[in-house]
């Protein structure tokens, strides 16, 4: 796959995690009665909006997604490997500490957070083929 392909699914796969970051930090500041992601006491975003994981050193954590992807979408815009990938790497060990965090402390599972965790996951393996791919030259 050519490095125009890769920074093209980056720019998508960061529009969708701009997506599912919005939704998480409205659903933080609305707390609306009714949400989607909440089916039982397991599958349970409310836990994670509401709970220990809803900031990270006394800021919205949903803003820490919406900052990191923005700057992921910036990087692959001007198609700065060491920016895209420099952000994914810091993404990608948030969102594995929010996900630790959920499953064996909260003993919980946020639907939207599993989709921005496999979201980064993607970003960061693309991010690590344009390396790849420029060391190659």
């Given at each position: 796959?050519?490095?125009?392909?890769?920074?093209?699914?980056?720019?998508?796969?960061?529009?969708?995690?701009?997506?599912?970051?919005?939704?998480?930090?409205?659903?933080?500041?609305?707390?609306?009665?009714?949400?989607?992601?909440?089916?039982?006491?397991?599958?349970?975003?409310?836990?994670?909006i509401?709970?220990?994981v809803?900031?990270?050193?006394?800021?919205?954590?949903?803003?820490?997604?919406?900052?990191?992807?923005?700057?992921?979408?910036?990087?692959?815009?001007?198609?700065?490997?060491?920016?895209?990938?420099?952000?994914?790497?810091?993404?990608?060990?948030?969102?594995?500490?929010?996900?630790?965090?959920?499953?064996?402390?909260?003993?919980?599972?946020?639907?939207?957070?599993?989709?921005?965790?496999?979201?980064?996951?993607?970003?960061?393996?693309?991010?690590?083929?344009?390396?790849?791919?420029?060391d190659?030259?």
């Amino acid at each position: 796959m050519t490095n125009l392909k890769l920074y093209f699914w980056i720019k998508v796969l960061a529009i969708f995690g701009l997506m599912l970051g919005s939704y998480l930090m409205y659903e933080q500041i609305t707390m609306p009665a009714w949400t989607p992601c909440t089916i039982n006491a397991t599958v349970n975003c409310d836990a994670v909006i509401k709970g220990e994981v809803s900031k990270t050193l006394g800021i919205p954590t949903p803003i820490y997604g919406l900052v990191g992807y923005a700057m992921i979408l910036l990087g692959a815009i001007i198609k700065s490997k060491k920016l895209v990938l420099s952000m994914a790497a810091f993404g990608l060990v948030f969102c594995m500490y929010i996900a630790y965090v959920e499953l064996f402390m909260l003993h919980v599972i946020c639907p939207v957070c599993i989709g921005c965790q496999v979201d980064m996951i993607i970003s960061f393996i693309l991010a690590l083929m344009i390396k790849k791919s420029s060391d190659l030259v």
